[in-house]
């Protein structure tokens, strides 16, 4: 694959990485592809048509997938006019988490939200 190319380059990111849903590679295969770089996303704005609650279940999916949560970025846009329960759906979860993710911290931020 040619993503794997990255993997002899200098460069200390790796950016964009389109995660499943609009890409094919995980946030978690990513991280294992090139270690010690930080892997820079963009939450795929598809799913912010699927309404908040899949929005919420998406972040808490990519927050499971990004190991201690070190080595990511994860850019959240309002570049497209996201709605105000979007935004509000994303930022539930992401104020909750703090580093080192672990899955039991994740685990603690989904509870209250379901």
Not at 38 to 60: M, N
Request: charged content about 25%; proline content about 8%; overall charge negative.
């Amino acid at each position: 694959m040619s993503w794997q190319l990255g993997i002899l380059s200098s460069v200390d990111v790796i950016e964009p990485l389109l995660v499943p849903p609009m890409g094919d590679l995980s946030i978690g295969e990513a991280l294992a592809a090139w270690p010690g770089k930080v892997i820079w996303t963009g939450f795929p704005g598809s799913v912010y048509a699927l309404g908040p609650e899949e929005t919420r279940k998406q972040e808490l999916s990519m927050l499971r997938d990004a190991g201690t949560g070190e080595r990511l970025c994860i850019e959240m846009s309002t570049e497209n006019l996201v709605s105000d329960e979007n935004l509000l759906a994303l930022t539930s979860v992401v104020e909750q988490a703090e580093l080192p993710l672990t899955p039991e911290k994740v685990d603690e931020i989904e509870r209250p939200l379901a």
